[in-house]
């Protein structure tokens, strides 16, 4: 059965960079024909895509966070990471990771990661 | 970029009443649609893929419809259990750009 599993710090200083991993259990990223998702939700607030990654190393980004997100991919270790930098208030957030299924879509998820931007 | 948009925000339902929801997208997204359940603290859960396809264990009071533009998820006869937020998600294959609907949240009547 897979499993995801976040890790990261909960709380990172305003301006600085937020890195998030995501560990995948019970499967291989490698033998996935689609692009494992990172998403995140405000804490009361809907769902936002932060974007995509193929084993490969392809990525794909929300066009609204682009210039400050880098996603990456460690096949080795079965692990796909999340960097976003200049973090503001504004990027405070449960933040998903997520596994393509027979297509784009995403199941299962993993539990989720509150990461709160706070002096 | 293609938007999503849901309606209702809210609906309030009474337990064994059918619910129906809307989700629209910008431009056409063929069958490319999910629907997910969100219950606080938790991570959402796939319900629906490819507009109308029941993901495994999803109960059949569960329907998807819809193609193109509009679609619509149906909880034929609410259950205690299924009072939630709801998600729909079009996905692209190629390029795999991905957006969330607003959501609707289903509360008790």
């Known amino acids: 059965q897979l499993q995801l599993q976040e890790s990261g710090p909960g709380l990172v200083k305003p301006s600085e960079t937020l890195s998030l991993t995501c560990t995948v259990s019970?499967?291989?990223?490698?033998?996935?024909?689609?692009?494992w998702g990172w998403i995140r939700q405000p804490p009361g607030k809907g769902l936002e895509w932060i974007g995509s990654?193929?084993?490969?190393?392809?990525?794909y980004y929300n066009p609204s966070l682009k210039s400050r997100v880098t996603i990456s991919v460690d096949t080795s270790k079965n692990q796909f990471s999340l960097k976003l930098s200049s973090v503001t208030a504004a990027d405070t957030a449960v933040y998903y990771c997520?596994?393509?299924?027979?297509?784009?879509?995403?199941?299962?998820w993993g539990q989720g990661t509150l990461v709160t931007v706070s002096s | 970029e293609i938007v999503m948009t849901q309606s209702p925000a809210t609906l309030s339902v009474s337990p064994g009443e059918r619910a129906t929801l809307s989700c629209r997208a910008s431009?056409?997204?063929?069958?490319?649609l999910a629907w997910y359940q969100q219950k606080p603290g938790q991570a959402p859960r796939l319900l629906i893929y490819?507009?109308?396809t029941r993901a495994t264990g999803i109960p059949a009071r569960f329907s998807g419809s819809g193609s193109g533009t509009e679609f619509t998820l149906t909880i034929s006869s609410l259950q205690s259990e299924d009072f939630a937020v709801y998600y729909c998600?079009?996905?692209?294959?190629?390029?795999?750009?991905?957006?969330f609907g607003p959501g609707t949240k289903v509360d008790i009547k």
């Open positions: 997520a596994s393509p299924s027979r297509g784009n879509w995403f199941d299962p």
């Open positions: 019970g499967g291989s990223i490698s033998s996935s024909s689609y692009y």
């Open positions: 990654i193929y084993y490969s190393g392809s990525t």
């Open positions: 431009q056409s997204v063929s069958s490319n």
């Open positions: 490819g507009a109308s």
């Open positions: 998600q079009q996905y692209n294959n190629w390029p795999p750009l991905v957006t």
